[in-house]
């Protein structure tokens, strides 16, 4: 199951939705006579998601870091006061 690189970028292309019309309409042709490229598209979709997450994942990771830091280090105690007095109810 080797992809070339001209069948990855078609693959891409398809999946972003920024292949030029002709060429999506011939892609999806392939994809019917094809079932190896359609399990490949069908791989690459999945990997993306992988991406995705793992990237949400990190993101999610970096806000609380800088969350734990901004309200746990003695220097950021002014910072802290705030945005408590921001949300406090008074």
Do not use: C
Request: aromatic fraction near 10%; avoid cysteine.
């Amino acid at each position: 199951m080797m992809t070339s690189w001209n069948e990855t970028q078609q693959i891409e292309a398809f999946i972003f939705g920024i292949a030029e019309p002709e060429d999506a309409l011939l892609f999806e042709a392939k994809l019917v006579l094809d079932e190896e490229l359609a399990h490949k598209v069908i791989a690459q979709q999945k990997a993306y998601a992988a991406i995705r997450q793992f990237g949400r994942k990190q993101v999610k990771m970096e806000i609380e870091a800088i969350t734990q830091a901004l309200f746990t280090h003695p220097e950021h105690v002014s910072f802290r006061k705030k945005i408590i007095k921001l949300f406090s109810k008074s």
